[in-house]
Protein backbone atom coordinates (compact mmCIF):
# COMPACT_ATOMS: atom_id res chain seq x y z
CA UNK A 1 0.00 0.00 0.00
CA UNK A 2 1.25 3.33 -0.97
CA UNK A 3 2.43 4.75 2.46
CA UNK A 4 1.56 8.46 1.56
CA UNK A 5 -1.53 8.05 0.43
CA UNK A 6 -2.93 5.91 3.38
CA UNK A 7 -1.53 9.02 5.71
CA UNK A 8 -3.51 11.00 3.79
CA UNK A 9 -6.57 9.35 4.10
CA UNK A 10 -6.13 8.80 7.93
CA UNK A 11 -5.86 12.72 8.10
CA UNK A 12 -8.57 13.16 6.75
CA UNK A 13 -10.89 14.59 9.73
CA UNK A 14 -14.52 13.24 8.53
CA UNK A 15 -12.75 10.00 8.77
CA UNK A 16 -11.23 10.29 11.81
CA UNK A 17 -13.81 11.50 13.55
CA UNK A 18 -15.17 7.79 12.06
CA UNK A 19 -12.81 5.79 13.07
CA UNK A 20 -12.56 4.69 9.14
CA UNK A 21 -9.28 3.39 8.64
CA UNK A 22 -7.97 2.41 5.14
CA UNK A 23 -6.66 -1.55 4.66
CA UNK A 24 -5.52 -1.93 1.65
CA UNK A 25 -4.83 -0.02 -1.72
CA UNK A 26 -4.93 -2.22 -5.10
CA UNK A 27 -5.16 -2.18 -8.57
CA UNK A 28 -8.76 -3.52 -8.95
CA UNK A 29 -9.58 -2.83 -5.86
CA UNK A 30 -9.92 -0.99 -2.00
CA UNK A 31 -10.75 -1.93 0.93
CA UNK A 32 -11.29 0.46 4.54
CA UNK A 33 -12.33 -0.76 8.26
CA UNK A 34 -14.47 0.41 11.11
CA UNK A 35 -15.10 -0.98 14.32
CA UNK A 36 -18.40 0.01 15.26
CA UNK A 37 -18.85 1.42 18.60
CA UNK A 38 -21.22 4.03 20.62
CA UNK A 39 -20.65 7.24 18.12
CA UNK A 40 -21.92 5.39 15.44
CA UNK A 41 -25.29 3.95 16.75
CA UNK A 42 -28.57 4.98 15.89
CA UNK A 43 -31.39 5.49 18.29
CA UNK A 44 -32.20 1.26 18.45
CA UNK A 45 -29.22 0.65 19.00
CA UNK A 46 -27.73 -0.34 15.50
CA UNK A 47 -25.25 1.11 13.28
CA UNK A 48 -26.77 3.84 11.80
CA UNK A 49 -26.95 3.48 8.07
CA UNK A 50 -24.65 7.10 7.33
CA UNK A 51 -21.81 5.17 8.34
CA UNK A 52 -22.01 2.35 5.89
CA UNK A 53 -23.29 4.95 3.12
CA UNK A 54 -19.75 6.54 4.09
CA UNK A 55 -17.99 3.78 3.96
CA UNK A 56 -19.17 2.46 0.41
CA UNK A 57 -19.00 6.36 -0.49
CA UNK A 58 -15.02 6.51 0.58
CA UNK A 59 -13.66 3.31 -0.48
CA UNK A 60 -14.94 4.22 -3.89
CA UNK A 61 -12.57 6.46 -4.45
CA UNK A 62 -9.27 4.79 -3.57
CA UNK A 63 -8.68 1.41 -5.78
CA UNK A 64 -5.08 2.49 -6.91
CA UNK A 65 -5.93 3.99 -10.66
CA UNK A 66 -7.98 6.41 -8.86
CA UNK A 67 -7.36 8.85 -6.51
CA UNK A 68 -3.86 7.51 -5.37
CA UNK A 69 -2.76 7.68 -9.07
CA UNK A 70 -3.63 11.38 -8.65
CA UNK A 71 -7.42 11.70 -10.55
CA UNK A 72 -9.81 14.27 -9.03
CA UNK A 73 -12.96 12.47 -8.76
CA UNK A 74 -17.00 13.38 -7.27
CA UNK A 75 -19.56 11.05 -6.53
CA UNK A 76 -22.36 11.61 -9.30
CA UNK A 77 -24.36 8.27 -8.28
CA UNK A 78 -24.43 6.13 -5.00
CA UNK A 79 -26.89 3.13 -4.39
CA UNK A 80 -26.94 1.59 -1.04
CA UNK A 81 -28.72 -1.50 -0.41
CA UNK A 82 -28.93 -2.65 3.13
CA UNK A 83 -29.09 -6.56 4.35
CA UNK A 84 -28.09 -7.09 7.68
CA UNK A 85 -28.04 -4.55 10.66
CA UNK A 86 -24.81 -4.15 12.21
CA UNK A 87 -24.12 -3.55 16.05
CA UNK A 88 -21.77 -2.40 18.43
CA UNK A 89 -18.30 -4.31 18.70
CA UNK A 90 -18.36 -5.60 15.22
CA UNK A 91 -15.74 -4.92 12.58
CA UNK A 92 -17.05 -4.22 9.54
CA UNK A 93 -14.80 -4.31 5.81
CA UNK A 94 -15.91 -1.76 2.90
CA UNK A 95 -14.35 -3.48 -0.09
CA UNK A 96 -15.06 -1.56 -3.18
CA UNK A 97 -13.83 -3.55 -6.81
CA UNK A 98 -13.41 -1.08 -9.80
CA UNK A 99 -16.12 -1.93 -12.55
CA UNK A 100 -14.87 0.67 -15.26
CA UNK A 101 -12.90 3.24 -15.78
CA UNK A 102 -13.42 5.49 -18.47
CA UNK A 103 -12.23 8.86 -19.67
CA UNK A 104 -15.40 10.24 -17.76
CA UNK A 105 -16.68 7.69 -15.27
CA UNK A 106 -15.41 5.39 -13.11
CA UNK A 107 -17.83 2.45 -11.94
CA UNK A 108 -17.59 0.32 -8.83
CA UNK A 109 -19.32 -1.69 -6.60
CA UNK A 110 -18.89 -2.26 -3.10
CA UNK A 111 -19.55 -4.87 -0.14
CA UNK A 112 -19.96 -4.11 3.38
CA UNK A 113 -19.34 -7.32 5.27
CA UNK A 114 -18.89 -7.56 9.31
CA UNK A 115 -15.98 -9.97 11.00
CA UNK A 116 -18.01 -12.95 10.38
CA UNK A 117 -17.85 -12.33 6.59
CA UNK A 118 -21.72 -11.88 7.30
CA UNK A 119 -22.63 -9.05 3.94
CA UNK A 120 -23.92 -6.11 6.19
CA UNK A 121 -24.72 -4.35 2.97
CA UNK A 122 -24.05 -3.54 -0.73
CA UNK A 123 -23.81 -0.83 -3.28
CA UNK A 124 -22.29 0.50 -6.76
CA UNK A 125 -21.39 4.43 -7.45
CA UNK A 126 -20.77 6.21 -10.93
CA UNK A 127 -17.88 8.56 -10.48
CA UNK A 128 -17.10 11.22 -12.53
CA UNK A 129 -13.35 12.04 -13.83
CA UNK A 130 -12.78 16.19 -12.85
CA UNK A 131 -10.27 17.94 -14.89
CA UNK A 132 -6.96 17.74 -13.54
CA UNK A 133 -6.83 21.46 -12.87
CA UNK A 134 -10.55 21.46 -11.34
CA UNK A 135 -9.76 21.95 -7.10
Known amino acids: MNMHINEQVQ ?38 GGLISTLIDTVCFFPRPLIPSGLKLTTVDL ?38 QSLIAYGTATLMVLPQNTV
Open 11 to 48: NIPFLKTLGVAVKEIAEEHAEMTVTIDDRHLNYMGTVH
Open 79 to 116: NVSYVRSARNGDSLVARSELLHLGCRTARLSVKVTDQN
